[in-house]
């Protein structure tokens, strides 16, 4: 046995502790290849960062027909010290040369023997496909396509369990349904005047700015009492609502599916919609006009701030213009916003958690699409709402 | 980190010498009271674990031994009595040397408790990718070594909604070896798994006690099992809130041996009959 030259030596110029530098040397005796290594060969001390000049120093030992380690003066190892043997056993398989594993300690033996015993599985996961423009456009039609199928169906069912529920041949929770009701009237009244005074106030201000300069600063009620009981009332609350509820709904119903909570009503001969769905959709439909009306007012009392503390107009004042510009219509409109606000944000909400993958991370972005869907849906529908009152000239 | 040799008595010491600079046990608990708020679940809890050693909890459902794993690995605080890791009391270290302490511990929950949005691959690196200076590639083929151990080889790239209860045991014991731990926790590792699969875990626990040297606790009470892996456990009684036997199993289950409680419980109720999981005696 001869030691190899010192070009043999590997790195090990960013260690300090020299008792624990991993040093690997390879030297040869006639046919026999031996690997010695010393020092910690540890995750800490990352041996394996001399893994290719080992592999370079084997390479230019032609003609070996075995390879042996020697690990005697090893200081301490752990599993990373597989990185190398299986590396070089991989080489030995590669140049003909017979791996020596009887050289090897019992316990890294013991671990190669483990991490042999299950043969790899091919997957197919690890190889990377890129896909074409045809597919990742055809993918997102498909998706697209799907989903669209899912929310009517979603729609179709609920309808089915309302048909259900009415003919008094549905498993509906009523107790949900009061818990909701409660959920989405009282404990939403502090966001939901916070957020109205304030909507009211800024649109005051901005009324202000502007009525003022041709001596209208008393319209400033006309503009916040329409506003606020035709567009901003119903908005804003249908807005809160899909932060608030509909997030919570996805959320519920999809934590429920993780823990097959839903499988078990079904097995149970329960649908999940007469049970989960509609009480939620139910009690939030009607909550809502009851919010809105809550938003209209503390948006009045908002403006009302801004009249009486900027542009020096009576209470009495403000309150008869209020009442002299906004008629029965505009509340009425409000309202009819609000039922629509209110279903659109249950059905996003629980057809979203009833979408919901089985993993956490699946839940968390149902929360999200349901508030992203609520929204889009709610200002999409304001439009729509809009349009058919400006054609029916109602 | 233990050295090589082909003694696995011998590298057992080794190890304790090496990381307590003496003999200490790896683990020693003492005078341990458990409580939630004012409830005492158990009082006065003292024992010790050689290092290298397969150690069992077991008892009824209730008694505390989860809670007692809690206590163990440092989510729960210690009110009364103190745990020491290799001499060195880890319920009253600094924060900063718990730690420490703590990086040395894996610790497999009862679920596998896998990070949902990440691959088995990215459950497994991220300990490494925190606490270690490896390198992007030196992480990869430590995690690659790290799921052949546990047979999951080539599902690197799956999320654990994919994989079976059973492999998730297995990934989630993957990403606890992590580091290469010298104490290993395992809380109800057989739960919920049909008898092949458990009896594999239960292999594959010895396997690595036998390769690496590692200190095994795990909180258990099924009986194939604690008669399969256990070098020695403790028995936790709810009734009377005390640790009413320490030995092995296989002992503790002779007549006379530990209290009749102790025995009901190994015998599933019935002195007549052959422990689960030990050989029927002819």
């Known amino acids: 046995m001869h030691a190899i030259s010192e070009t043999g030596r590997m790195d ?38 001399q893994l290719q000049g080992v592999l370079s120093e084997l390479d230019r030992q032609s003609g070996a027909a075995e390879l042996e380690f020697d690990m005697a003066d090893i200081a301490s190892w752990d599993t990373s010290l597989l990185i190398i043997v299986s590396r070089v056993q991989e080489w030995c398989k590669a140049h003909n040369v017979r791996f020596g594993r009887s050289s090897l300690p019992l316990g890294v033996k013991g671990l190669i023997a483990l991490s042999e015993e299950v043969p790899e599985r091919k997957t197919g996961r690890s190889e990377k496909k890129s896909a074409s423009l045809f597919a990742i456009v055809g993918n997102a039609t498909i998706s697209g396509v799907s989903g669209v199928n899912a929310g009517l169906s979603f729609i179709g069912e609920t309808l089915v369990s309302f048909g259900r529920i009415s003919r008094g041949r549905a498993a509906f929770d009523w107790r949900l349904f009061w818990l909701t009701m409660e959920e989405c009237s009282a404990q939403a009244l502090p966001i939901v005047g916070l957020i109205s005074f304030l909507t009211g106030l800024i649109f005051a201000f901005v009324g202000a700015v502007q009525l003022r300069q041709f001596g209208a600063g008393i319209y400033v009620a006309n503009l916040v009492a329409v506003g606020m009981a035709r567009e901003m009332g119903a908005i804003m609350t249908g807005i809160i609502m899909a932060g608030r509820t509909g997030a919570a709904f996805a959320a519920q119903i999809g934590s429920m599916k993780v823990s097959e909570e839903i499988d078990a009503l079904r097995t149970l001969a329960i649908s999940p919609m007469d049970f989960l769905v509609s009480p939620r959709l139910l009690a939030l439909s009607l909550m809502m006009p009851l919010l809105v009306l809550y938003s209209d007012l503390i948006g009045i009392l908002g403006g009302a701030v801004v009249a009486l503390g900027f542009l020096d107009i009576s209470w009495i004042q403000y309150w008869n213009q209020t009442t002299s510009s906004m008629g029965l219509v505009d509340i009425a409109t409000g309202l009819i916003k609000s039922a629509v606000f209110g279903v659109i944000v249950a059905m996003a909400g629980c057809e979203r958690g009833m979408q919901c993958g089985n993993n956490a991370a699946a839940v968390g972005n149902a929360a999200t699409s349901a508030v992203v869907l609520g929204i889009t849906c709610i200002v999409a529908a304001d439009a729509v709402i809009d349009v058919i009152q400006e054609v029916l000239k109602f | 980190m233990f050295t090589p040799s082909d003694s696995i008595a011998e590298k057992q010491s080794t190890v304790s010498r090496k990381d307590s600079g003496d003999s200490a046990p790896a683990i020693e608990v003492k005078n341990l009271e458990m409580a939630y708020g004012s409830y005492v679940l158990m009082r006065n809890m003292t024992f010790e674990v050689s290092a290298g050693q397969v150690f ?23 009110e009364q009595g103190e745990i020491l890791y290799h001499g060195r009391s880890f319920s009253k270290a600094s924060p900063e040397e718990r730690e420490k302490m703590q990086r040395t511990f ?17 459950n497994v690196a991220l300990p490494l990718e925190q606490y270690s200076k490896l390198s992007a590639g030196e992480i990869s083929e430590v995690v690659s070594i790290k799921l052949a151990l546990v047979g999951l080889k080539g599902f690197e790239e799956f999320y654990p909604a994919e994989i079976s209860g059973g492999m998730r045991k297995r990934a989630g014991l993957a990403r606890a070896m992590a580091l290469d731990p010298a104490l290993l926790f395992f809380d109800e590792p057989s739960a919920g798994l049909d008898p092949l699969t458990s009896r594999r875990l239960d292999d594959l626990i010895l396997r690595l006690r036998d390769s690496l040297g590692t200190t095994i606790v795990v909180v258990t009470h099924e009986l194939p099992s604690i008669f399969t892996i256990a070098d020695t456990s403790i028995f936790l009684d709810a009734e ?15 007549a006379g041996r530990s209290d009749p409680k102790v025995r009901e419980f190994l015998l599933r109720g019935d002195p007549g009959k052959t422990p689960i999981g030990l050989p029927r005696e002819k």
Do not use: F
Request: hydrophobic share 40%; with cysteine.
């Open chain 2, 56 to 78: 069992i909890i077991m008892g009824g459902s209730g008694c505390g031994k989860s809670t007692l794993l809690k206590y163990l690995i440092g989510l729960k605080e210690v």
């Open chain 2, 106 to 122: 894996g610790v497999l929950y009862q679920g596998g408790a896998l990070w949902s949005a990440l691959t088995l691959a990215e």
């Open chain 1, 12 to 49: 090990t110029t960013d260690l300090t502790d020299s008792e624990a530098i991993p040093k690997a040397n390879v030297s040869r005796v006639g046919e026999k290849l031996i690997l010695k290594l010393q020092g910690d060969w540890t995750l800490r001390y990352g041996g394996n960062r």
């Open chain 2, 240 to 254: 009377t809130k005390q640790m009413i036997a320490h030995g092995n199993p296989r002992e503790l289950v002779k």
